[in-house]
Nanobody
Framework: QVQLVESGGGLVQAGGSLRLSCVAPGSIFRSNAMNWYRQGPGLQRDLVASITSGGRTNYADAVKGRFTISRDNAKNTVYLQMNSLKPEDTAVYYC?????????WGQGTQVTVSS
């Protein structure tokens, strides 16, 4: 069974920073894009950022200029550096990889931003 293991969530004041990490099995990580999603209270799960195996990145408009996704292929780890956090960034953040026809999710990590 494929496991994605996330860490790094927590409680932070508005304007602060957090870095999320997600470790994936190498066989999945190396050849696939990695994604971060989030789901706020009462909201749908939305894509926050993605990074291809070659390092190209894409961001949701709401986080552009504040969040940075990166990957360390030697550690099979994808990161989400979140700066200038806002209360509306409060959500459970999920690591995701799509290895067609399969799709895998992490367990989620809570990020809470207080005003």
């Amino acid at each position: 069974q494929v496991q994605l293991v996330e860490s790094g969530g927590g409680l932070v004041q508005a304007g602060g920073s957090l870095r999320l990490s997600c470790v994936a099995p190498g066989s999945i990580f190396r050849s696939n894009a990695m994604n971060w999603y989030r789901q706020g209270p009462g909201l749908q799960r939305d894509l926050v950022a993605s990074i291809t195996s070659g390092g190209r990145t894409n961001y949701a408009d709401a986080v552009k200029g504040r969040f940075t996704i990166s990957r360390d292929n030697a550690k099979n780890t994808v990161y989400l550096q979140m700066n200038s956090l806002k209360p509306e960034d409060t959500a459970v953040y999920y690591c995701n990889v799509q290895n067609v026809p399969y799709e895998y999710w992490g367990q989620g990590t809570q990020v809470t931003v207080s005003s």
